[in-house]
């Protein structure tokens, strides 16, 4: 047991790289929970149309994720060997795919938004509802297009903060994000102090101001203490990176980002299976959803924590003690996940309270939220054992692991069992979430062989 559990100087270690991930990542997810609940007390189109809206969304903040997380690699081990020069190439690689992401994004929101939302609408016996939920989601998607560039450059800032050991920044333009979101969410849902009710268009402009301050914070303080970070001074002066950099990122960093576009979009089409059972069913996986992602921030911060600190260790040349520091991350990530789990179950049944909303849909939330709090410690582990294979630059390997798994499994089995079977929606869901115990298997044999052991950059001299 002595091989899985560190000593306190290597939990406070983990710690202080991890808490203030969990705090950004759990503001992140506190702005689209405000937004949630308050909408939600709107009424239940509302809370629908922005369900739909936010998952489009969610695909889209997981490919600037996956982008910046191609050359956030790199980041970890140059700094790690002491090369700014190297960390400030991968910000600048971070930033023209940021950029790239971004222009696709708008062009297929503004083209096809609207068809996109139509194939979460089934409930074919309700068309007045079908078209006051489809109108609320234009409104909310429209607006929300406005917001996409400054978090994609909040990205590319934060992470490359994050690689090089500052997590306290991100974390404080976060919270401030939070303060400026809770506010202008009051005052334009509902129209207080003079100002009108605005409904989800209120939402959507109270959240996309939040991301420009958000931006504005972290971008600031970035330039302001430049002689510590310096991998900013000068990165906008030249676009220019080095040949063979370039072909790294894009031979490690592309199987990342297409595997985390791949995930994202297989997390939208499994959630648009699950809505073929109606729209009770979307609503309350948005509520169930919601409270998800804030619980979930625990295994999410570990994972990157895994990343951070194993990447580090293997750019400095410390196999085997990036070997030993990754197992006792694991064990503690699951742990943690365990203790998590059981707090999530003992919310289950009073969160969905909040919403103005029906009684079987509130009931819907409730099971949903027991069924993600009892898989936990399942998220955790594959979260973690991504992240090792990903620190050692084994990105093909963790694209078959990945994304390849959700479109070859779990869609298959989503899709089959909600159009062709009569199961009921909570067992149908439960089984769908429990056949992620094959991908924990697979992920223990890869980490045990030790395929990820390996240090992925060349320090210029």
């Avoid at 929300?144 to 974390?171: H, K």
């Avoid at 707090?343 to 079987?360: D, G, R």
């Amino acid at each position: 047991m002595k091989r899985y559990i560190g000593d306190k100087k290597f939990y406070m270690m983990v710690l202080a790289v991890a808490i203030p991930i969990m705090i950004q990542n759990g503001i992140t997810n506190f702005v689209s929970l405000l937004d949630n609940i308050m909408v939600g007390r709107v009424g239940t189109e509302q809370m629908s149309g922005v369900a739909i809206v936010n998952q489009l969304i969610f695909v889209f903040n997981i490919c600037i994720f996956g982008g910046v997380s191609g050359a956030g690699i790199f980041t970890a081990q140059f700094f790690g060997s002491g090369d700014h020069k190297g960390v400030r190439d991968t910000f600048r690689v971070k930033v023209l795919i940021s950029v790239g992401i971004t222009i696709i994004g708008l062009a297929v929101f503004s083209l096809y938004g609207e068809r996109l939302i139509g194939l979460y609408l089934h409930e074919t016996n309700d068309s007045e509802a079908i078209s006051a939920t489809l109108m609320y989601a234009k409104q909310y998607l429209r607006i929300m297009m406005l917001e996409m560039m400054p978090f994609a450059f909040v990205q590319a800032y934060a992470s490359t903060l994050r690689e090089t050991g500052e997590t306290v920044i991100p974390m404080k333009a976060g919270i401030a994000a939070v303060f400026v979101n809770l506010v202008l969410n009051y005052i334009l849902i509902y129209g207080k102090f003079g100002a009108p009710a605005l409904g989800v268009e209120g939402a959507a402009i109270a959240t996309t101001i939040a991301r420009f301050v958000e931006f504005g914070i972290i971008a600031g303080w970035t330039y302001k203490h430049r002689e510590v970070h310096r991998f900013i001074e000068g990165a906008y002066r030249s676009f220019h990176i080095p040949a063979h950099l370039i072909g790294k990122v894009a031979i490690l960093g592309t199987p990342l980002m297409v595997n985390e576009i791949l995930w994202a979009s297989g997390q939208a089409v499994l959630t648009q299976c699950y809505s073929v059972r109606g729209l009770s069913v979307v609503a309350a996986f948005n509520i169930s959803s919601t409270i998800s992602n804030v619980f979930n921030v625990v295994f999410i911060a570990m994972g990157s924590s895994v990343g951070i600190i194993v990447g580090q260790l293997l750019g400095a040349g410390k196999m085997e003690e990036a070997k030993e520091t990754d197992r006792k991350l694991i064990f503690f990530s699951v742990a943690s996940c365990v203790g998590i789990g059981l707090l999530m179950s003992l919310v289950a049944p009073f969160f969905p309270v909040i919403y103005n909303t029906t009684t079987e849909i509130r009931q819907l939330a409730s099971r949903f939220i027991m069924i993600a709090a009892l898989c936990m410690p399942l998220y955790a582990f594959t979260h973690a054992t991504y992240f090792t294979l990903r620190s050692g630059g084994k990105t093909w390997i963790t694209f078959f692991f990945d994304s390849v798994y959700v479109w070859v499994v779990n869609i298959p089995l989503a899709f089959v069992l909600t159009r062709y079977t009569g199961i009921y929606i909570i067992v149908l869901y439960l089984f769908c979430q429990l056949i992620d115990i094959i991908k924990c298997i697979i992920g223990f044999v890869l980490v045990k062989k030790g395929v990820w052991i390996q240090k992925i950059i060349e320090v210029e001299k």
